[in-house]
Nanobody
């Protein structure tokens, strides 16, 4: 599966952005989808993830209450709506896909076999 992330940009603190991750090659209905981010000089970190149809979402603490992950399996697209953005949210955001497994660690980047190229989000104060 190929993933294409988009929707990043330069915004001010308090603004919102919606990132999109369009998948091609295979239908994502059978994949667990996640968003990660990587700020300059820092390791890649988990942001949010969502399982197959009807699955509950997972959020890292900093994203809980501000970010919402959703997926449209018919459009083969996953979204990350980010509200109340802060300067510390500045990073390159990546979407990722994990094949079905009996158990997965959603916060681990090692769980995901497929990655998009990333989209830059810059939040000014």
């Amino acid at each position: 599966v190929q993933l294409q992330a988009s929707g990043g940009g330069l915004v001010q603190a308090g603004d919102c952005l919606r990132l999109s991750c369009a998948a091609s090659g295979r239908n994502i209905v059978n994949y667990f989808m996640g968003w990660f981010r990587q700020a300059p000089g820092k390791e890649r970190e988990f942001v949010a993830g969502r399982g197959w149809s009807g699955g509950k979402p997972y959020y890292e603490d900093f994203a809980e209450g501000r970010f919402t992950i959703s997926r449209d399996n018919a459009k083969n697209t996953v979204y990350l709506l980010m509200n109340s953005l802060k300067p510390e949210d500045t990073a390159v955001y990546f979407c990722a896909a994990a094949e079905q497994k009996s158990t997965i660690v959603v916060e681990s980047s090692n769980t995901y076999e497929y990655w998009g190229q990333g989209t830059q989000v810059t939040v000014s104060s």
